[in-house]
């Protein structure tokens, strides 16, 4: 190249694209300056070193419209000093000459690309891995906290102080990446910041992670799934209690685990459901011995009415269910009012335990939420 060297087109193509380093141009400009003379296309080699500078541009940081900004202004800066340009004496020498570079500097932009996205696509899996590998630790306790409080600055929480895990499970399983991951991650963070929430999913479930003292997040995340899964009818949301440090989170997770299949067993209407709401249950479970137990002493004399409890218990759920409102519980169950005054009667003459008496009320309706739990009658209490 007579009429200029590289090194000053090069300076000068970098300041032209904002002060990107005329590094990243390596031997591009002596590939333009062969083609315009030889018409031949890049090889195999040279479209590979621009691959590997693409590569390593997004590894390095740099966006990808600066280091196609320098290349384009160092192909434009170079164009009336390329040998085959100024040696051109014939309009069809400068056409031939012409397309061969433009045509080269296509080839070699697109690998540039190729390798910038193909680096991208490398570092977002082994991102997503990591993720996945620390949701998993995280969730199940595993590791040493300062392990763990160090990945967790990454995500953006902090986990020195407490959290609540809400947990949303539907028929068909979330998945990262999803769109409705992707909408409910972008609707937190929008109303929220980037701090001290964490969208992830975790066999099959969508789990939500934020810092207790952020107020509503667990609110907005059963509004933003309830938005993109209206006609879903087995979704259910669960959302744990505020617990503090690693332990808390995995506490609060399982809690939320817990509400969700105490939902789906009930057959509980509610489509959010808090542990804090079926702590009873949850101790109650605990201890199989004892719920069993006050099943069987307080549910037992339904076995020998006519046609065996099956009809009775449903009636006392739906009641439950219903907040202990005659006409709603007829309404679930699909018959006359008067029916469901009978059944309540019954119940009251058979057990001995009166609704209207709020202890004995109170004994009906976690015996009848036990029942459910245990599959009584059908199975042994």
Not at 132 to 159: C, K, M, N
Not at 180 to 201: C, M, N, P, W, Y
């Amino acid at each position: 190249m007579d009429h200029l060297p590289f090194a000053e087109i090069a300076a000068r193509a970098s300041a032209d694209a904002g002060g990107v380093p005329a590094q990243w141009l390596g031997d591009y400009l002596p590939l333009l300056a062969d083609v315009s003379q030889t018409g031949r296309r890049p090889d195999a080699a040279a479209l590979a070193r621009m691959r590997e500078c693409g590569e390593t541009a997004a590894r390095d940081g740099v966006p990808l419209r600066a280091i196609i900004d320098v290349h384009l202004s160092a192909t434009w800066l170079a164009w009336p000093a390329l040998p085959g340009i100024v040696r051109s004496r014939r309009a069809e020498e400068l056409r031939s000459a012409g397309e061969a570079v433009f045509k080269a500097a296509d080839r070699s932009i697109v690998a540039l690309v190729e390798g910038y996205e193909a680096a991208q696509r490398l570092m977002i899996r082994r991102e997503e891995a990591q993720r996945r590998e620390f949701i998993d630790d995280l969730l199940h306790g595993r590791r040493d906290v300062g392990t763990l409080a160090e990945q967790a600055e990454r995500f953006g929480l902090r986990l020195a102080g407490a959290h609540v895990v809400a947990i949303a499970e539907a028929e068909q399983p979330f998945f990262d990446g999803g769109p409705v991951s992707r909408h409910v991650e972008a609707s937190l963070l929008s109303r929220f910041g980037l701090r001290d929430i964490l969208i992830a999913t975790k066999e099959g479930l969508l789990v939500c992670i934020s810092s207790g003292y952020v107020k509503g997040v667990s609110e907005a995340f059963g509004s933003a799934v309830q938005e993109m899964m209206k006609g879903d009818r087995l979704l259910r949301i669960g959302v744990g209690r505020n617990h503090h440090g690693l332990g808390g989170v995995v506490r609060s997770f399982e809690e939320a685990r817990s509400v969700v299949s105490f939902a789906h067993r009930l057959e509980l209407p509610e489509r959010i459901l808090h542990a804090s709401d079926l702590l009873v249950l949850q101790v109650l479970v605990r201890d199989n011995a004892a719920i069993s137990e006050l099943v069987e002493a307080v549910l037992g004399p339904l076995r020998t009415a006519r046609g065996g409890p099956g009809a009775l218990l449903e009636t006392l759920f739906a009641y439950f269910a219903a907040q202990g409102v005659a006409t709603a519980t007829a309404r679930r169950l699909h018959i006359g009012v008067r029916t469901v005054a009978y059944r309540l009667q019954r119940i009251r003459e058979l057990t001995g335990y009166d609704l209207n008496n709020p202890i004995q009320r109170h004994a009906l309706e976690t015996a009848t939420l036990g029942a459910r739990l245990l599959g009584w009658p059908e199975q042994p209490s």
